[in-house]
Structures are given as structure tokens and as C-alpha cells.
């Protein structure tokens, strides 16, 4: 079985000040693992993922996470937050050989101007 | 069309009405979910169907009736719900279970 915490339900950050949101997960086997933004009255949508090979992973609109098996970790990081940022964030964790996917309670990023 | 798509986007119902939700997705893929999410709750995983055929049901109420005719259309048949059934529907699909899910924009369900 798999899980994931993501650590602070709502992170507040002020416009152009880094981005960190956290995610902690468990599983027995290799992982994948995702995170998704969802912006008000939408659905989520995929920001990143990693599956294999490189730790560090680039997605969409400068934001990037890094896979920390020896922490069980994949925080999200960005390093000059955008207005346009706020919103909701999931991380969620895959196994893939079980079809089995689970996603953390959500993150909520406001931004200060 | 492209991607996930969903209708009606909103939806208002009394407890006694029956309706529909519909999601239809673009993209090939052989599994399709149904979320429910409300407001101050993490997301609920109602269904999984994966080639048509339903492999979860996570302890919905019978009031939530999932259909999938064919790999790329899915259908929720509400009847006699709740005012706590209100809540944005999402839908999602996958190439395969396990992998990134795509998620339609939800329909706002509204029960009165």
C-alpha cells in the first residue's frame, strides 16, 4: 500500500519569494509520483511527475520538485512566486504494477502581493 | 474536442429529481475515474473503470450509480441524493491505471 502527506494544508508566500510545498510519501515498491495544480472552479492538472531516472524534475510554468528516496520526499519548489500561482496543489503517488494511485489532501498557496 | 471534457458543468437538483453526469475523453485512454470533491475535504475517489470494466468502488452510496458504455465515455446516475451530496464531480482518465491522470473541468453539483 501506498500514502502521501503533504505537510501544510495552506502555505502563504509573497509575490517573488520561493515557493516550497512538501510532500512526504510511502510505498513499498518504486514509486511514481505527481504533482498537480488546480486553479478555482477548474479541474487539476498535471504540473510535473517522476517516474525514473533523473531526480530532479522540470515542469510547466517554472515549477520543479526533486525525488528524495533516502527522505521519501518530492517537495515542490519554485523560486519567484506569480500571483498567478495561487491556487490548490496536490502531490500523488502511483504504483503502477498495482494500478493503484493516491493523492494527498491538497496544499493551498496564496500569494501576497 | 480535445482532452477530458464534462456536462453539464452545473447542475442543480432536488433530492427527488434523477439526472446524469457525462464525461467524455479524447485522449485513448483504457481508464477513466470518477472524484468527488468538496468544499474543506480532500478528494474522494468514487470509481474506477479500467477497459469497462468497474475495479473500484470505494463505498459509495447506491444513490451513485457509475456506467461506462465504452472505453471513452463515463456516466454517474444520480438519484434521490442529499444536500451533502453538493460537491464539484470530477472526472478524470489515464493511458492505464497507476499512470497520470487527465481530469475534466467538474460539474458543480448543487442539491437542494
Not at chain 2, 14 to 38: D, I, P
Not at chain 2, 46 to 65: G, I, Q, T, W
Request: glycine share 6%; proline share 5%.
Amino acid at each position: 500500500a501506498q500514502s502521501v502527506t503533504q505537510l501544510g494544508s495552506h502555505v502563504s508566500v509573497s509575490e517573488g519569494a520561493l515557493v516550497l510545498l512538501r510532500c512526504n510519501y510511502s510505498s513499498s515498491v518504486p514509486p511514481y509520483l505527481f504533482w498537480y495544480v488546480q486553479y478555482p472552479n477548474q479541474g487539476l492538472q498535471l504540473l510535473l511527475k517522476y517516474t525514473t531516472g533523473a531526480t530532479l524534475v522540470k515542469g510547466i510554468n517554472g515549477f520543479e520538485a526533486e525525488f528524495k528516496k533516502s527522505e521519501t520526499s518530492f517537495h515542490l519548489t519554485k523560486p519567484s512566486a506569480h500571483m498567478s500561482d495561487a491556487a490548490e496543489y496536490f502531490c500523488a503517488v502511483s504504483v503502477v504494477s498495482a494500478g493503484k494511485s493516491t493523492f494527498g489532501d491538497g496544499t493551498t498557496l496564496t500569494v501576497k502581493p | 474536442e480535445t482532452g477530458v471534457t464534462q456536462t453539464p458543468r452545473h447542475l442543480v437538483m432536488g433530492m427527488t429529481n434523477k439526472k446524469s453526469l457525462k464525461c467524455e475523453q479524447h485522449l485513448g485512454h483504457n481508464a477513466m475515474y470518477w472524484y468527488k470533491q468538496s468544499a474543506k475535504k480532500p478528494l474522494e475517489l468514487m470509481f474506477v473503470y479500467s477497459l469497462e470494466e468497474r475495479v473500484e468502488n470505494n463505498s459509495v452510496p447506491s444513490r451513485f450509480s457509475p456506467e461506462c458504455p465504452n472505453s471513452s465515455h463515463l456516466f454517474l446516475h444520480l438519484h434521490t441524493l442529499q444536500p451533502e451530496d453538493s460537491a464539484l464531480y470530477l472526472c478524470a482518465s489515464s493511458q492505464a491505471m497507476g499512470y497520470e491522470q487527465f481530469f475534466g473541468p467538474g460539474t458543480r453539483l448543487t442539491v437542494l
